[in-house]
């Protein structure tokens, strides 16, 4: 069996799917592993670093292999998804982030060249896929960036310094959601001697902020099921939006940066901080929106610009993953192999050793392969996604 890594091929994504410490893992299950020449230069791998472990070759050759693993399918690079689409084979396994529930007809795209599409955005968060879950290791590195970028942004300092000159106040961060995201961005601004608060609509993770030394900030609002089976913060009508910013008004406007992470799977971002809101801020303050990519927490906010408006920074940032490419994709890596070794069997002889050939399973009875397979035989048997499908 072989797994084919082409070179990512979205704008700025430098990023890559597989590095070289991963690879024995996948020899020990009976996996050859084919890479694009330079698939890893962006993110600190070069050819030779892969040279012993792999075999270097055309994005062709990576694509002749019977698992492809991206960091982004089709459906999450759509400037170049007709180009990837045309080398993908029937039966063949391509993993990677694929935005199913938005993409659809990406999704369905690779239905019709008979690929095995599987989402790294669908691994449950149960214990058992923990080590699969690429969404909260990509998170870690979001929340931990977002921090540092408010900080360059910021006219000012994040700690409490004594100095000659006297006493420099610390900055006041406003963390809004606790996923992730949300919690390794309470940690590093902490680190950096920030006043930290955070809020969340689960109150379940008010804990976790204090756990990490911030403050949680109390909103008598009833949320009914704030969160899902799989442990996300589900969406609210607008009546209670409309109450949670009238609540989160005057804490936004004693804050020097607000940092939001409120995203719903497969759905717009909810606005919780209002041009209003942002007049109230003093001017330099900074915004990061990390829900930029589906419409922003804040209603000023652009994708991948820079906003200035009554002196407050906007910043929408998209793929902060990518600004740190060589531990990203490290932490990328580590849950792909361990979803192949999830999805790839091998004979095991009488001593226990495995010593036939390497096997796909897809069991579709399984509670992960089920929530992770989009596609197969032809077909979007995702249900959700076949019914977003039948929405648009």
């Known amino acids: ?83 990837d689409l045309s080398l993908m084979q029937r039966d063949q396994v391509v993993i990677g982030f694929a935005e199913p529930l938005t993409a659809v007809d990406a ?17 449950p968060r149960i214990t058992r ?58 940690a590093t601004a902490k680190r950096l001697g920030a006043r930290v608060e955070a809020y969340d609509v689960r109150p379940a993770v008010k804990e976790q902020i204090q756990s990490l030394g911030a403050r949680f900030v109390e909103m008598p609002l009833e949320a009914g099921d704030a969160q899902d089976a799989g442990g996300y913060a589900k969406a609210q009508d607008e009546s209670f939006y409309r109450r949670q910013r009238e609540m ?26 209002t041009e209003e809101m942002v007049a109230a801020m003093p001017p330099g303050s900074v915004i990061v929106d990390l829900a930029a990519a589906t419409g922003g927490n804040c209603a000023l906010t652009q994708a991948d610009n820079i906003v200035v408006h009554h002196g407050v920074t906007i910043l929408g940032p998209t793929n902060l993953a990518s600004t740190v490419p060589y531990h990203s994709s490290q932490m990328y890596a580590r849950n792909v192999v361990t979803l192949v070794q999830h999805l790839v069997q091998r004979e095991k002889g009488p001593d226990g050793k495995a010593t036939g050939a390497a096997k796909l399973v897809l069991n579709m009875d399984d509670e992960i392969t089920k929530e992770i397979v989009v596609t197969k035989s032809g077909a979007v048997v995702h249900p959700r996604v076949a019914s977003a499908q039948a929405v648009s």
């Open 248 to 273: 989160m008004m005057k804490t936004v406007s004693n804050s020097d940066v607000v940092i939001t992470t409120a995203a719903i799977p497969g759905k717009k971002a909810p606005v919780l901080v």
């Open 107 to 123: 999704a369905h795209a690779v239905a019709e060249r008979g690929a095995t599409l599987v989402a790294m955005e669908l691994v």
């Open 129 to 186: 896929a923990q080590s699969m879950d690429a969404l909260s290791s990509m998170a870690t590195i979001v929340g931990y960036k977002a921090v540092l970028i408010a900080a360059e942004a910021l006219p000012r300092m994040f700690p409490m310094l004594n100095t000659a000159a006297g006493t420099v106040a610390a900055a006041r961060v406003f963390i809004v959601g606790a996923g992730v995201a949300g919690l390794q961005a309470i």
């Open 1 to 83: 069996m072989k797994l084919g890594v082409p070179t990512e091929t979205f704008p700025g994504e430098r990023r890559v799917a597989i590095v070289p410490g991963v690879i024995p893992a996948l020899k020990k299950l009976g996996i050859d592993v084919v890479i694009q020449a330079g698939a890893g230069d962006a993110a600190g791998f070069p050819n030779d670093a892969y040279r012993d472990l792999a075999t270097i070759g055309t994005r062709a050759d990576a694509f002749t292999a019977d698992i492809v693993a991206q960091v982004r399918t089709p459906g999450a690079n759509p400037s170049d998804a007709a180009g």
